[in-house]
């Protein structure tokens, strides 16, 4: 590559980080709403867990990806516990919420 493209990916790439560091709150509150839903204990939960799931697997993988790894580290850790409540839900949704308040409580902080 000459330093013209270099120049114009690394454009665009910083383009994408400051685009995806935009959309971060949003993204954080989406992944909130849905963990708010999935700690209402009833007939919708293991839906909410799978929704935050989905959610929060997506902005793992894109947190780390453009920067984010604290962020993207505490949404796996969510994700693995959503993977393994969905799994064996009901049994042990008390303990599995508890790993999810933890991990959720270490996003907010990242």
Known sequence: M??????????????????????LP???????????????????QLAALQSLQTIAHKLAGSAGTFGFPEVSDAVRAMEMVCMEAVETYPVGIDE?????????ERLMDA
């Open 2 to 23: 000459n330093d013209a493209t270099t120049s114009d990916l690394d454009d665009r790439m910083a383009a994408l980080m400051k685009s995806f560091a935009d959309d």
């Open 96 to 104: 599995h919420m508890a790993a999810l308040r933890v991990a959720h």
């Open 26 to 44: 949003a993204r954080i509150k989406a992944l909130d709403d849905s963990f708010s839903l999935a700690a209402v204990d009833g007939n919708d």
